[in-house]
């Protein structure tokens, strides 16, 4: 379907994911793997797509949440390696082997119960550096060693999470610093008793953004592959330059004029404080734009800022555009991206909206079509 049949819609656009991909890689050097985080539908771009940009770009791995998001991409013909970052329960080990899925070891318990399934399952040990969700603690070697006696898992990576590594205070600094020392000092401990063959990761987008100069065999970038940051003050320290891969539009269904003194939407909650020009939008909450910002956030139409008035609706919101000339039916509502000279930001429309840009574009729903476009 073309874009001029869709009532709302995604543009991916495939140079700023490829041109992001760049940026990252040369952040973390030739040395290091980038193991993109494609989890929660690309962080709502769309997993088959995005998968298949990246593997198209040289990409051979990939992290997904579950099982199940591992065998989308592999019903989708993505080949390589897909890591499952969190459980996944024993009544799912049959498809871990049957799509060659690597698990996630997420406590040692869980090491005896993947190994006794009796067929070998490939794995990466997840190791606690401070974070205290996933893994095995870092400070007990004996432990994480230990995972190495189970005949049934053939482990080839250990990685653990940074918590505070977007945080630029003295504090979050030394605390990250000190989760990156400890991830070592187990590797170090594992290799004094003779266990090799197995990649190492701890870090994610602000993990690669802000520590730049610690080096691993791989690294998961989500947020910052998709060229933005979780909210728009965020400030990191490598030098890189991130393009937005998403816009997030749709149509202008209908205009119509209120009076001073009429109100629009559920709960009437916007009353018009004179006579104002309102356009009707084919977009809601179902479609990812969150009802919290009813009477909060605003969208592009024809390069001007238009105000978000009244309650967002399940598939339909309504916008002030009493400052804009021309609108009619048909014209494109931009929620993120540009529109003449101007651009909103997912982070900016998260931060409206109080939460980061990872919730806002994992919340994405499923009905706006993903377009993937290019430049060249
Ligand atoms: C989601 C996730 C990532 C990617 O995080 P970003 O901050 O989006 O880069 C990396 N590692 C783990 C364990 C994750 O859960």
Redesign the pocket.
Known sequence: MSVEKRRAWIELDEDSLLHNVRELQRVVGRDCRLMP?V?ANA?GHGDVETARLLAGAGISDF?V?SADEGIRLRAAGISGQILI?GYTLPAQFDALREYDLTQTVVEDSYAQELSAYGRELRVHVGVDTGMHRLGIPASDADAVASVWRFPNLKITGM?S?LCVSDGTTEEERRYTEKQISDFRKVIGELRRRGIRGFESHIQ???GILNYPEEKFDCA??????YGVLSLPSDRVRADVTLSPVLSLKARVGCVRMLKEGESAGYGLTYTADGERKLAIVCAGYADGIPRSLSNRGYALVRGYRAPIVGRICMDQLTLDVTEVPGVRAGDEAVFIGKSGGREIGAAEMAECAGTIS?ELLSRLGQRPERICFTHI
């Open positions: 985080a989890k962080y992290c949440a970052l990685f999470h994610g987008s602000y998961r970038p989500g947020i910052a592959l990872n």
